[in-house]
């Protein structure tokens, strides 16, 4: 059962929603990449339609049908990678985007929540979250940090904010979704419109792990007497 704004009360508010759409422009929430509405409160990806949204990509007939796609209902659907709820009143809560959701022992992660906490302490300049793939949780959580006034000269400073900063994450972020280690940058790369390019450390971190796992093993000499 999609929605309108000409269902909702106009006048009021709620804490941590998005909204309601404009007039004529109708939402909703369906399980991740498929055309299953999901009930009040559940989780699941955020689709629009209405007169105001996107008729596709110039030139990239697969990226359009992959993006737009028409339902039984007869409209046609923009999928816009947003995870989030709606509300017994209609109103969307934004949780983030899908392809940056970090899944660690069955839990769902938003990054920019945790990025959001360690932004907030007085000792980080910007933060940066990834999903390190796993094989006993499926992923866990890796913080990129810039510290204001540049990473610790020694690795004594280098452990002392750590340790500052992880404790305070342990009084500000659940234990499932606590990082299992924290690097420090002197700079975070960035996107052409000034945002963490998160992706470049995703393949940074990528290009380590294969080059660990294909890096030969070192062996004892053989000290057996002659």
Known sequence: D???LHSFPTRRSSDLSIGI???????????PDTAEELPYNEEGEILLSGPSVMEGYL????????TIREHADGLKWV??????TMDEE?????RGRAKRMIISSGYNIYPAQLENIFDAHD???MSCIIGVPDDYKMQKVKAFIMPKGGVPATEDGKEALKEELLAYARKNIAKYAMPYDIEFREELPKTLVGKVAYRVLEEEEEARRKAAETAPEKTEPDKTEA
């Not at 759409?21 to 399980?31: A, L, N, Q």
């Not at 999928?79 to 989030?84: A, E, H, N």
């Not at 209609?90 to 934004?94: A, E, K, L, M, P």
């Open 2 to 4: 999609h929605r309108d």
């Open 123 to 125: 000792k980080v300049q």
């Open 59 to 66: 030139d990239m007939p697969e990226e359009t049908a992959n």
């Open 79 to 84: 999928y816009t990678g947003d995870l989030g």
């Open 21 to 31: 759409p404009f007039p004529d422009t109708y939402y909703k929430i369906v399980k």
């Open 90 to 94: 209609g109103f969307i809560h934004f």
